[in-house]
């Protein structure tokens, strides 16, 4: 009989700081978009922000481009200013291809 051995040569992750924790309704929160303008984002994003404001019409989402987007643009210290200074509660980040 033969036996095999394998290997995950992807080694093991330690989660030294947690994501932001989840809100607990996004019904009265105010809430942004950021994205990465990858694949269908154009599509995707605005219908998500359609079904949010009819699943939470006491949210206020804010439009789709009101943040910088792109790849080159989000991962930046402005663009993270401008999002705190926003004044958001929460923020969909988006649309990974």
Known sequence: MVTL?????????EVTQAHAP???TLEGKR???VSNEQWQAFRMLPM???MIEVDFPGAEV???DAF????ALIPT????????????DAVIVGNAA
């Open 31 to 33: 809430i942004g978009f």
């Open 62 to 64: 804010l439009p789709i």
């Open 5 to 13: 051995e394998f290997y995950d040569p992807s080694g093991v992750i």
């Open 48 to 50: 998500l922000k359609a």
């Open 77 to 88: 210290e402005e663009t993270a200013a401008l999002v705190k200074k926003s004044g958001v």
């Open 22 to 24: 989840r809100i607990d």
């Open 68 to 71: 910088p987007q792109g790849n």
